[in-house]
Each structure stands twice: as C-alpha cells, then as structure tokens.
T-cell receptor, first 113, second 115 residues
Framework: RKEVEQDPGPFNVPEGATVAFNCTYS??????FFWYRQDCRKEPKLLMS???SGNEDGRFTAQLNRASQYISLLIRDSKLSDSATYLC??????????????FGKGTKLSVIP | GAVVSQHPSRVICKSGTSVKIECRSL??????MFWYRQFPKQSLMLMAT?????????EQGVEKDKFLINHASLTLSTLTVTSAHPEDSSFYIC???????????FGSGTRLTVV
C-alpha cells in the first residue's frame, strides 16, 4: 500500500457543483494532515490543515478519520478558479516541530463553465 | 506567514555542467529548509533536509555528491546539481516550515532542463 494514496482523477465538474476528494494513508502514527493546491507548473500552496474534528474554510471542508486512516476534502459551489491539482499531505513526524511530510500524487480538478 | 524566494525559476543547461539553485527565506530565519523534486505527474519527493551550519541529511537513493546542499546562513540554502544529465531534468522546489508550525511554505520552484 502506498504511503499516501489519492484518486488521480481528473474530476471534470460544472461550475457550481460540489466535489469531494479522498485520500488514504498507511502510517497510523501520522500526526498531522494537510491539503495543498498546486496549479500547473507552479509550487504547492497550503489550502488548509485537517483536524480530527473536521474543519471548514468558506467553501472548503476537510475531514479526518483516524480509525480508517482517511482524509477528505469537499469543495462546494465550484468556481473556475478552483481548477488545480489537490495534494493530500501527511506528516508522520513525531514530537513538536517534527516534520516528515509525504505527498500524494494529487487529484486533478477541472471546473468547466 | 513565510515568504520564500527561489531562483532561478527556469534553467536550461548542457549535459555535464553544474547548476546552482538558491532558496531564500525573506521574512524569518529558517534553520531548516527542505529540497524536493517533482517529475511530471508524480508526487513531490523529498531529496534532502538542509540544516543551517551543518551537513544536510539526504533521503535514501539521493546522491549527496551529485546534489550538493549548502545552508550557510539562516536565510539561504543552495542546491547544486553537479554534472547534470537529462534524467536530472525535473521541477526542484525548496520549502520551509511555516512559523507556528502549520505546514510548509514552498518556493516558486525551479524547472531544470538538461539537454
């Protein structure tokens, strides 16, 4: 099993649609989780951290299920500008300030007018 | 936040030459910086962890004599690809831990093409 696994897509959705991405991770000792967004030929940019209680930032909602080792990202009311690749990122480092990030390959989203 | 500047953004070099990539932390001091490589349609792979004032820590399979890392100050780390070959063509990205410890901030990346 890959350390971080995502459906590569592409997901082609119309504007205004709701779309959900899933991610699974293999290391149960993983400490923290993130979703990053990467535009074509650009660097990744932090979209949001993922907390056990679930968290929301505007149209974006992230969920974490530690028992199933599963992370999700929900995007509501999709905009054209949401078109990008979404990277699931898992930190398996232990202890404060310890970072050993593993990146998924990403899920490509295309929002269509 | 954290602002990271990476230079150059794009470089084309001849096989056998060396290329230096700079990564600067502009608004805070970074004792640790990370160097990643990303091949097309692949995930980011950590190459090495750069530590200010000491030797870098390389990931398994990454040749330390080929990918030279220097972190001489708290704001600058450099990656030199020595004797570059076409298979070294990739997207190289540096990153630092965001102040407050929430994730990374990445440099804008360097697209290296070796011909």
């Amino acid at each position: 099993r890959k350390e971080v696994e995502q459906d590569p897509g592409p997901f082609n959705v119309p504007e205004g649609a709701t779309v959900a991405f899933n991610c699974t991770y293999s290391n149960s000792a993983s400490q923290s989780f993130f979703w990053y967004r990467q535009d074509c030929r650009k660097e990744p940019k932090l979209l949001m951290s993922v907390y056990s209680s679930g968290n929301e930032d505007g149209r974006f909602t992230a969920q974490l299920n530690r028992a199933s080792q599963y992370i999700s990202l929900l995007i509501r009311d999709s905009k054209l500008s949401d078109s990008a690749t979404y990277l699931c990122v898992v930190n398996r480092g232990s202890g404060a300030g310890s970072y050993q990030l593993t990146f998924g390959k990403g899920t490509k989203l295309s929002v269509i007018p | 936040g954290a602002v990271v500047s990476q230079h150059p953004s794009r470089v084309i070099c001849k096989s056998g030459t060396s290329v230096k990539i700079e990564c600067r932390s502009l608004d805070f001091q970074a004792t640790t910086m990370f160097w990643y490589r990303q091949f097309p349609k692949q995930s980011l792979m950590l190459m090495a962890t750069s530590n200010e004032g000491s030797k870098a820590t390389y990931e398994q399979g990454v040749e330390k004599d080929k990918f030279l890392i220097n972190h001489a100050s708290l704001t600058l780390s450099t990656l030199t690809v020595t004797s570059a070959h076409p298979e070294d063509s990739s997207f190289y990205i540096c990153s630092v831990i965001r102040p407050g410890g929430y994730g990374y901030t990445f440099g804008s990346g360097t697209r290296l093409t070796v011909v």
